[in-house]
C-alpha cells in the first residue's frame, strides 16, 4: 500500500498546481474589469417603440435630450397604422361576408300584358293550289317560268308549237270573212223583197257556221299558250322543251302564297270560347327571331265522335309571299283573352316542389321563398294573381337548392323598375324587361 501510493504521488501533483495557476488568473482579469469605465450608450433610433429606463452618466445627460424633441409624432404614427390595420380587417371580413354568400341573377317584378291561349302544333297549307295541264296537244316549243318565279294571272308559263293551229285559225278567219259579206248581200235583198226568206235563213245559217268554226279554231291557236291561272308561285315544272305534252300532261304546279292557312284541331270543351276573327300567333323553329299574325278564319260547327275535337282554321299572313312557304312547321297560338297590366314574372324564377309552384325574392340580400299563385302564362312570363308587387326583386338563376333566409349576393346588373304611368318621361325611356317577340303577348290556360 505505501508503495502504490508513492507511485500516484507524482501524477496528481502538476495538476493540482496547473489548477491554481488558472483560478489566480481568473481572479485577475475579474479585477482588471471591474476597473474599466463603461462606454456611453450609442444613440437610438427614432422610430424605437419606447425609449429604455437608465440613467446616463451626467456628462451625457444634455447630448441626449436635444434629439429627444422629434420623437413626439410616434403616437400619430401609431395611429394610422393601427387605423389601416383596422380598415384591411373590415375589408377582409367583408370580403369573407361575399364569399359565404350564394352568387344568384335576379330579375324586377313588372306589370305588362298576357294572354290566355290555346296551343297547337301543324303544318302550314295553301288555299289555292294547283296542277296545270296544256288544254291541247303538241311540242314544247318555249319556256316561260321556272320553279320559284312569282306570277300573276294570264302569265304565259310556256308555249306548245302551234303552226297548225294558226293555218287552221287563219283558215278559219277567211272563210267567216267570205259568208259574212254573202250574208250581207243577202240581207240587202231580203230587205228589198229580191230574195225569199228561205234563201236568207239559209245565208245566215252558213254565216253562224262560219263564224263559230272561227272562234273555236282561234280558241284552239290560243291554248297553244299555258297561262297561269291565277296569282301564285310556281313550285314545280314537270316538262322540258322538245317535249310532247297532251291533255293528261302535269306541266306546272301552282301555289297561291298570298293565302296561307293552318289547320288544328281543337278539343271539343272549347268549342265555347273560340269564335270567328280571334286574334293568332304563329310561330315557328325555322324562324326563330319572327312570329306572325294570324286570326281564325273558319270553324267548323261539327265534333268529330272519334277523337272528340273540331277544326279550326287559322289564316296567316308574312311580310313577303315566300316568307310562309306550305308545309312549314308551325305552332299555333289562338289567344283567347289578354290582361293589360299583369304582375309578370319570368318563368326562369319558378321553382316547382311538392306540385306547388314557388319564388324567391329577395331583400337586403336576404332571400324568402314565397308560394307562387299563378294566372295567365306565355313562353317568357307568368302573372302573380296575388302576393308579390311589381319592383320585387326574385332570383333567376342560382335557386336550385336554396332555402329560405339563405345570404345571397347578385352578380347581374338589374334592368331599371318602370316607372308611373303618369311620368311620361320615365316611361318612354324606361324598357320593361318582358317585351315578347309576339304582336299580341299570349298566355297559357
Excluded at 265555347?272 to 273558319?298: M, N, Y
Aim: glycine share 6%.
Amino acid at each position: 500500500m505505501p508503495l502504490t501510493a508513492n507511485r500516484r504521488l507524482p501524477s496528481r501533483f502538476p495538476l493540482r498546481r496547473t489548477g491554481s495557476l488558472v483560478a489566480a488568473l481568473g481572479i485577475a482579469l475579474l479585477h482588471l474589469g471591474c476597473d474599466r469605465t463603461p462606454p456611453a450608450p450609442a444613440p437610438k433610433a427614432a422610430t424605437a417603440p419606447a425609449p429604455v429606463a437608465t440613467t446616463p452618466p451626467p456628462g451625457a445627460a444634455q447630448a441626449t435630450a436635444a434629439p429627444a424633441a422629434p420623437a413626439a409624432p410616434a403616437a400619430p404614427a401609431a395611429t394610422t397604422a393601427a387605423a389601416t390595420a383596422a380598415r384591411q380587417s373590415e375589408k377582409d371580413r367583408a370580403r369573407q361576408n361575399a364569399i359565404e354568400k350564394v352568387p344568384v341573377e335576379t330579375a324586377v317584378v313588372v306589370r305588362g300584358p298576357i294572354s290566355s291561349f290555346l296551343s297547337f302544333n301543324t303544318t302550314l297549307e295553301t288555299e289555292a293550289a294547283v296542277d296545270i295541264y296544256p288544254q291541247t296537244t303538241g311540242q314544247v316549243e318555249t319556256l316561260f317560268a321556272e320553279e320559284g318565279r312569282i306570277v300573276k294571272a294570264g302569265d304565259p308559263l310556256l308555249k306548245i308549237e302551234d303552226s297548225e293551229l294558226r293555218l287552221d285559225a287563219e283558215e278559219s278567219r277567211v272563210n267567216f270573212e267570205q259568208l259574212q259579206r254573202n250574208f250581207g248581200r243577202s240581207d240587202d235583198l231580203f230587205n228589198r223583197k229580191l230574195v225569199n226568206k228561205q234563201d236568207h235563213e239559209t245565208q245566215k245559217f252558213q254565216f253562224d257556221q262560219a263564224r263559230l268554226r272561227y272562234e273555236r279554231a282561234t280558241l284552239r291557236h290560243a291554248y297553244a299558250i299555258v297561262r297561269a291561272p291565277f296569282d301564285g308561285v310556281i313550285v314545280s315544272r314537270e316538262t322540258q322543251i322538245g317535249a310532247r305534252v297532251a291533255a293528261s300532261t302535269k306541266v306546272f304546279s301552282l301555289v297561291k302564297l298570298d293565302d296561307i292557312v293552318a289547320r288544328v284541331f281543337v278539343p271539343g270543351r272549347y268549342l265555347a270560347i273560340v269564335a270567328a276573327d280571334q286574334p293568332a300567333v304563329v310561330t315557328s323553329e325555322f324562324l326563330p327571331e319572327k312570329s306572325f299574325k294570324g286570326w281564325v278564319k273558319r270553324i267548323s260547327p261539327v265534333i268529330d265522335p272519334k277523337s272528340g275535337t273540331f277544326k279550326v282554321t287559322v289564316g296567316v299572313r308574312g311580310d313577303k309571299p315566300t316568307e310562309l312557304p306550305p308545309g312549314l312547321f308551325v305552332g299555333v297560338r289562338v289567344i283567347t283573352a289578354t290582361r293589360e297590366s299583369a304582375v309578370l314574372i319570368p318563368k326562369r324564377a319558378v321553382v316547382y316542389e311538392g306540385g306547388e309552384r314557388y319564388v324567391f325574392t329577395v331583400t337586403n340580400d336576404l332571400t324568402s321563398k314565397r308560394k307562387l299563385v299563378a294566372g295567365f302564362e306565355d313562353p317568357q312570363n307568368i302573372e302573380a294573381v296575388s302576393g308579390i308587387e311589381p319592383g320585387t326583386e326574385v332570383i333567376v338563376v342560382g335557386h336550385s337548392g336554396l332555402k329560405d333566409g339563405a345570404s345571397v349576393r347578385a352578380v347581374n346588373a338589374l334592368a331599371p323598375i318602370p316607372q308611373a304611368p303618369e311620368d311620361s318621361a320615365a316611361k318612354s325611356l324606361t324598357t320593361p324587361p318582358v317585351a315578347t317577340s309576339a304582336p299580341v303577348p299570349p298566355g297559357k290556360l
